[in-house]
């Protein structure tokens, strides 16, 4: 089992970047598909982007496409997402999550099984 934890969240301004992290326990990172996703008030949990075991593939949501950037440093444990030209509409907890070993990356949120307790990412107007 992997446990996650994020980082990096904050308050920023429109326009702003910043960039979050999500530090993975264990030895075996690098057999993990791994996703982000988000939560505003009330909304529904979707994904922001997802990204295969070895960083080869990735996916990113059409509202965030072209401003933010999944990547990943399996030597170091570490799923990152960069998020640029941000807007008050990615105001969210954002959370990283796992599928388990071996998988593929997944758009669903439901095919994830290990996920961080969040980090909220406020934009300001």
């Known amino acids: 089992q992997v446990q996650l934890v994020e980082s990096g969240g904050g308050l920023v301004q429109a326009g702003g970047s910043l960039r979050l992290s999500c530090a993975a326990s264990?030895?075996?990172?690098?057999?993990?598909?791994m996703g982000w996703f988000r939560q505003a008030p009330e909304k529904e949990r979707d994904i922001v982007a997802g990204?295969?075991?070895?960083?080869?593939?990735?996916y990113y949501a059409d509202s965030v496409k072209g401003r933010f950037t999944i990547s990943r440093d399996n030597a170091k444990n570490t799923v990152y997402l960069q998020m640029d030209s941000l807007k008050p509409e990615d105001t969210a907890v954002y959370y990283c999550?796992?599928?388990?070993?071996?998988?593929?990356?997944?758009?669903?949120?439901?095919?994830?099984?290990?996920w961080g307790q969040g980090t909220q990412v406020t934009v300001s107007s």
């Open positions: 264990g030895r075996t990172f690098g057999n993990y598909a």
């Open positions: 999550a796992a599928r388990r070993p071996g998988l593929v990356m997944s758009i669903t949120v439901d095919e994830y099984n290990y």
């Open positions: 990204i295969s075991r070895n960083g080869g593939n990735t």
